[in-house]
């Protein structure tokens, strides 16, 4: 069975970066997508951001210019680095895998950011 699992969250201070990785049990290159998704308390699950099988990126609005996805290909793992984080940006941090039609979610990782 698939598995993804989500490290790196924490509570940050408004400002601060912090890095997530999402480590994949099978090759990333099966996968035709891998993305960050993101859920706040009351809100929908929304994209954070995405990275195609052959490296193309994307990006929702609010990411542009502050986050950067990245894969470590040997390592099957998809990283999202996030910078300049403000208090709009605490939520659960999911990763999010599809392939074959199905999706595989991980069990996600809380991001806090408050002073």
């Known amino acids: 069975q698939v598995q993804l699992v989500e490290s790196g969250g924490g509570l940050v201070q408004p400002g601060g970066s912090l890095r997530l990785s999402c480590a994949v049990s099978e090759s990333i290159f099966t996968f035709y997508v891998i993305a960050w998704y993101r859920q706040a308390p009351g809100k929908q699950r929304e994209l954070v951001a995405s990275?195609?099988?052959?490296?193309?990126?994307n990006y929702a609005d609010s990411s542009i210019g502050r986050f950067t996805i990245s894969r470590d290909i040997p390592r099957d793992t998809v990283s999202l680095q996030m910078d300049s984080l403000n208090a709009d940006d605490t939520a659960v941090y999911y990763c999010?895998?599809?392939?074959?039609?199905?999706?595989?979610w991980g069990q996600g990782t809380q991001v806090t950011v408050s002073s």
């Open positions: 990275v195609y099988q052959g490296g193309n990126t």
């Open positions: 999010k895998g599809e392939r074959g039609g199905n999706a595989y």
